[in-house]
């Protein structure tokens, strides 16, 4: 079992920055991606972006340039960095750790609010 505790949510204005962290524990080697999920209000949970082990990344279009993931293998800790914030941006945030080669690795926080007031 793989454990993950997300911090870093809050309230920020239009146009300002948060910084989310993942904080991974538990059987970390059977996980070899690690990512971000958001879920707005009234819609379904989406994708934000994700980073493998090796450090490959995969951003949503709706926020490259403006998010940046990263993670910190000696901390088990995964990051990301939201600049620009916009009204859209509006959800809860979900971190995801699983393994790309099987389903059976699949965990989830139990995410952390982010809202971005116009």
């Known amino acids: 079992q793989v454990q993950l505790v997300e911090s870093g949510g809050g309230l920020v204005q239009a146009g300002g920055s948060l910084r989310l962290s993942c904080a991974a524990s538990?059987?970390?080697?059977?996980?070899?991606?690690m990512g971000w999920y958001r879920q707005p209000p009234g819609k379904q949970r989406e994708l934000v972006a994700t980073?493998?082990?090796?450090?490959?990344?995969n951003y949503a279009d709706s926020v490259k340039g403006r998010f940046t993931i990263s993670r910190d293998n000696a901390k088990n800790t995964v990051y990301l960095q939201m600049n620009s914030l916009k009204p859209e941006d509006t959800a809860v945030y979900y971190c995801?750790?699983?393994?790309?080669?099987?389903?059976?690795?699949?965990?989830w926080g139990q995410g952390t609010q982010v809202s971005v007031s116009s």
């Open positions: 995801n750790a699983r393994n790309t080669y099987s389903t059976r690795y699949d965990y």
């Open positions: 538990g059987s970390i080697f059977m996980v070899n991606a």
């Open positions: 980073i493998t082990s090796r450090g490959s990344t």
